[in-house]
């Protein structure tokens, strides 16, 4: 399997995996009860178009699909359409028309253009569908609309703009999805560092030196900080500046109190400094 | 991951959600005499909904409450509020919860305050001592509790199941520290930690109110609370065991995304009601690296340095649990302090009502972080500093040998490989004469955790679990001298510049297990 095709599948697996699988049998009281409700408000308003869209999405939930398809085109016939799109698009969706169900939700995005549930299921579709760059614009304006997101969330889509686009820009487009994340998010060495190794990647030394530096207070200027940052100038041959952070990494190693991940650190410290002495 | 393809939102109620969410407004900070209260604007006689202390840090605090008030008060001293006081106009955060964030605080220092117009004799706290330093009174006093939260647990028919258990735990716990804690009588916890699995069956809001705010409502309102996200915070599951029919299964959601949570009585995905609750740091201002996430994070009290994992959502997707992994090992590059004591839900070795040699796709993933943690994160553990680490989810206590290198099944374990040894070449048992030191004698390295399964704090149970994880320690105290106890009970950890000290005590307030670790 290709590289794209590994994370593809291995992001689809995951969601397959929620779904799959297993002989124990569960009580549901939740679903019985809210669908009484809901059966009882459409006995006493039987033009409630609502009622029937969240019947119909109940349905959805709990696999009903022919019951969930009936209610959609009732609701259809008792009101605006697009009120009828996301729910509609999230059924499609999960019966796998991810065409039919992109249809839907750009229905539904032409009257609610940040309705960011939406927009996250419509780049799932769009990726289902091969239709990358679309999926990916909508990851984005996801990103940016979404009242909670984290770090991992920046990380899932870089990875997808780096094993699935075009490479000629697809790094310029990883590091702007970083920055995205660091801007609502905070400065946190997940992303940084990430965007560390993506700029070096592509030789631009110098910023990879600053978006590291950036990380100096929030990691304290750890010893292991310091090796990091030796290491880039090391990358980019830069040997007597490396040399004295490996030297302030020994001396502050000298003081922090002494763990088996800081005596591997002293090694591989002394292991560059002979490296560095070679090139001298 | 992102989520993929469960946004089923109902768009009015979505809509209604989003309105009330971004509603922040910016602190502000007066200075006057108490007795103006008065003066003071939009208060309230009424005692708030719930009312609890975040980040207490050696400079600042949270006070956090749902309820009219639009201010809270501050002075130092122990009495009323008579001397000099700071009020701060709280901001309006998600949950309709208000916080007032007050900063310039004085290191290690008793302050009392009031909410609007609500103040009580047990609305007090102390700042925690300057970093690096073990507080005044010489111990670091730490109360924790796991998958306590059946106050709320009314499953499968509708009746509570383990009415008062809960309850009588905490009153173990009052009881050993008014009578029996050795170090200091009623002293006041320091910090107190959340194992996951905290408020049954599902997490909600309500739920959250019954088992965590009105049960233990003195020592929230007097202690910083740190939590940690357990499988049932995050709700009820979408399975599909048939293959032909949906149900929905408390405690088993395997998804990755907090936005995607969902209760049995509201199958609406949204976001975890856990996050909406917590205020907890992100940007590393309570000591610790930044985590840019409130799902995992770490911060510093006095000689002490806690990390709280994500062992329910992080952990579920690779790039994820990577990020944190990555993390991990910063934060605890950084860190300096005596002592390091981890905490996420998922124990990595368990024989109680969880089995940690469940195959991964066993019981439809849901313990598929159990191995997943073991695997990865305890290599960091062990190579990072850690000393403790506390999990849930097993509803009994199982306390670890002092453990290296064990990452595999319960079958492949070897005393003399993966853990310190006695005189005799036996496992130590980490109390009495055998009690373990940081610097472990036998590798002189550093290189040692101690794994605590403590899930007992609202009920017990074992299923098929037998208490037989042959990494933990066989309890004096068990009748059966089980590698574990099934009891009702909380672990009290005691930290001082030279010895960390953990308990576990029952509901009766009596000492059912120890170990020591000195350095
Ligand atoms: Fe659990």
Redesign the pocket.
């Known amino acids: 399997m290709s590289q794209p095709n590994i994370i593809r599948a291995r992001i689809s697996l995951a969601v397959i995996s929620l779904l799959c699988c297993a002989g124990h049998a569960f009580s549901h009281p939740g679903d019985e009860h809210k669908l009484e409700q809901l059966n009882a408000v459409i006995t006493q308003q039987p033009s409630l178009q609502s009622a029937y869209i969240q019947r119909a999405a109940l349905y959805t939930r709990t696999g009903n699909y022919p019951l969930a398809e009936k209610d959609f085109e009732a609701a259809q016939t008792l009101g605006d359409l697009y009120l009828v799109s996301h729910e509609l698009g999230a059924y499609y969706f999960k019966i796998k028309k991810y065409v039919a169900a992109v249809n839907q939700f750009t229905n539904y995005l032409e009257h609610y253009p940040n309705h960011y549930p939406t927009l996250e299921y419509r780049a799932e579709a769009y990726r289902e569908i091969g239709k990358t760059q679309k999926s990916l614009e909508d990851f984005s304006h996801f990103l940016e609309t979404s009242p909670y997101t984290n770090p991992g969330h920046y990380l899932t889509v870089a990875q997808i703009i780096l094993s699935e686009t075009d490479q000629g820009n697809s790094i310029d487009d990883a590091i702007s999805i970083i920055d995205l994340g660091i801007s609502r998010s905070g400065n946190s060495p997940q992303l940084q560092s990430f965007a560390v190794q993506l700029e070096i990647s592509r030789e631009f030394f110098d910023a990879a030196l600053t978006r590291h530096e950036s990380l100096r207070d929030i990691t304290s200027a750890s010893p292991r900080w310091h090796v990091e940052m030796a290491e880039i100038l090391v990358t980019s041959k830069q040997w007597g500046k490396a040399r004295d952070q490996l030297n302030q990494s020994a001396v502050k190693l000298a003081d922090y109190k002494k763990t088996p991940a800081r005596e591997k650190l002293l090694i591989h410290i002394e292991k560059l400094q002979r490296h560095i002495s070679d090139k001298l | 991951m992102l989520m993929i393809g469960k946004r089923l939102i109902a768009t009015m109620v979505f809509l209604s959600i989003i309105g009330c969410t971004l509603t922040a407004q910016q602190n502000s900070i007066t200075t006057f005499g108490a007795n103006t209260s008065g003066t003071t604007p939009n208060t309230s006689p009424q005692k708030p909904e719930r009312l609890f202390l975040q980040q207490i840090s050696d400079v600042s605090v949270i006070i956090k409450w749902r309820g009219e008030a639009m201010q809270a008060c501050l002075a130092t001293g122990a009495g009323p509020l008579t001397e000099k006081t700071t009020c701060v106009t709280a901001k309006e955060t998600t949950g309709r919860h208000k916080e007032a964030l007050f900063e310039q605080l004085t290191a290690d220092t008793a302050y009392v305050y009031s909410v609007g117009e609500y103040s009580a004799p047990s609305l007090r706290f102390r700042t925690a001592p300057p970093t690096g330093s073990p507080p005044k009174d010489g111990n670091v006093h730490v109360w924790i509790i796991g ?1 306590s939260g059946t106050a709320t647990e009314q499953y499968p028919l509708g009746n509570y199941t383990h009415p008062g258990e809960a309850k009588m735990v905490l009153d173990g716990f009052l009881k050993y520290n008014a009578e029996s804690n050795p170090l200091l009588k009623n002293e006041a916890v320091d910090v107190f930690l959340l194992l ?2 905290n408020a049954y069956i599902d997490g909600t809001d309500k739920e959250w109110q019954g088992a965590v705010f009105d049960l233990y409502t003195e020592i929230l309102t007097q202690s910083a609370v740190w939590p940690t996200i ?3 915070e995050m709700g009820s599951g979408e399975l599909n065991p048939t293959g032909t029919r949906i149900v929905h299964y408390p ?1 088993a959601s395997l998804t990755a995304n907090p936005n995607n949570y969902m209760s049995r009585e509201n199958l609406t995905p949204r976001r975890i009601p856990y996050l909406d609750i917590f205020t907890l740091p992100t940007d590393g201002n309570v000591g610790g690296v930044a985590s840019g996430t409130e799902q995992y994070y770490s911060f510093d009290y006095g000689n002490v340095h806690f990390v709280s994992l994500d062992s329910q959502l992080s952990a579920r997707d690779k790039i994820q649990r990577d990020a944190m992994r990555g993390w991990l090992i910063a934060d605890l590059s950084s860190n300096q302090l005596d002592w390091t004591v981890v905490i996420f ?2 124990p990595p070795y368990t024989k109680g009502s ?1 089995d940690s040699d469940e195959k991964p796709s066993s019981f439809l993933g849901i313990d598929t972080p159990i191995i997943d943690m073991r695997k990865e994160f305890t290599p960091v553990f062990e190579d990072y500093g850690v000393d403790l680490v506390y999990g ?2 097993s509803h009994s206590y199982e306390r670890s040998y002092y453990l290296n290198g064990h990452r595999g099944d319960a079958n492949s374990f070897d005393e003399k490989i993966h853990s310190e040894l006695n005189s005799d070449g036996k496992a130590a048992t980490g109390y009495g004469g055998e009690s373990y030191f940081q610097v472990s004698p036998g590798s002189q390295k550093d290189d040692k955790v101690v794994y605590t399964v403590a ?1 007992s704090s609202g009920k017990v149970s074992l299923k098929k679990g037998k208490l037989d994880h042959p990494a933990h320690t066989v309890q004096q105290h068990d009748p059966e001298r089980r590698r574990g106890l099934a009891e009702l009970g909380s672990v009290v950890l005691d930290a001082s510049s030279t010895e960390l000290t953990a308990r576990f005590i029952n509901e009766k307030g009596e000492i059912r297990d120890t170990v020591v670790i000195r350095r």
């Open positions: 998958d996951g699995d357990g499988n049932h405690g839900h998922h969880h849930g989810h899930g």
